[in-house]
């Protein structure tokens, strides 16, 4: 596919109908789809040429379905997934030609799935997700091109987890530590 993959407003559940999809020209966008809970219908895609972008969903638990992309040229926002519990379906990841967006995940308690991940060439923001409590799922990553804010994550501790992760790139633009 060469264009833009939206799947917006759906009550389809899972993604039927895009499993021999591999390569999406443009950006995907899977957002305020109300029962949606994981993103198997899609597990053949390996390539997409522009940003990723999955907000609003309210049953979304898991995106398994992303597990064969390995870099990304654009940014990957996952916002507003009130069900949302990992990232395991990103474990393929290694580089995001963008920035990074985690933000409003209410049951996020970290990062798992990101394990892979070296390289982010814009930003990196995560930021109000309730029970995030750790970041150590990021433990590979070696460069943040842009700026990294971490906040409003209440159950992360600010000596244990991010000052030292802030540390490791040379400080955080934003956080809630003093």
């Known amino acids: 596919m060469t264009n833009d993959l939206a799947v917006q407003q759906s009550f389809v559940n899972p993604l039927t109908g895009l499993n021999s999809l591999t390569c999406v020209g443009g950006m995907v966008t899977i957002a305020f789809n109300f029962n949606l809970e994981i993103l198997s219908g899609i597990d053949d895609l390996d390539h997409v040429g522009g940003d990723i972008l999955i907000y609003y969903n309210q049953a979304l638990r898991s995106v398994e379905g992303l597990n064969g992309l390995i870099q990304l040229p654009g940014s990957l ?62 433990n590979k990553l070696e460069t943040v091109g842009g700026t990294v804010s971490i906040f409003g994550n209440t159950m992360m501790d600010c000596q244990t987890v991010v000052l030292p992760f802030c540390a490791r790139f040379g400080g955080c633009k934003q956080t809630d530590c003093e």
């Open 77 to 138: 926002t996952v916002r507003n997934n009130p069900s949302l519990a990992h990232l395991v379906g990103l474990s393929g990841l290694e580089q995001i030609s963008g920035n990074l967006r985690i933000s409003g995940n209410k049951i996020l308690a970290g990062v798992w799935g990101l394990d892979r991940l070296r390289h982010v060439v814009g930003n990196l923001e995560i930021y109000s997700n309730d029970l995030m409590a750790s970041l150590a799922n990021l």
